[in-house]
């Protein structure tokens, strides 16, 4: 996963476990996919999409044609 520390991914991971709501921001929809269940794809401060994830992750990727 790029861009993220395996130290910084572990505590996601622990907050994951203990139930804990997260807030995180990234460009990178690969990251979306593996740490979030639902997302907001936010462009110029107003929501585009949003639901589960891995949803909101392809539509991206489709607009913005990432792979990442």
Known sequence: MPNINLTCLARIRELQ???KTIIFVTHAPKQV??????AVWLEEGAIKNQGEAKEVAQAYREIVGTVG
């Open 33 to 38: 996919d593996e740490l979030c269940n639902l």
């Open 17 to 19: 476990g203990q139930g």
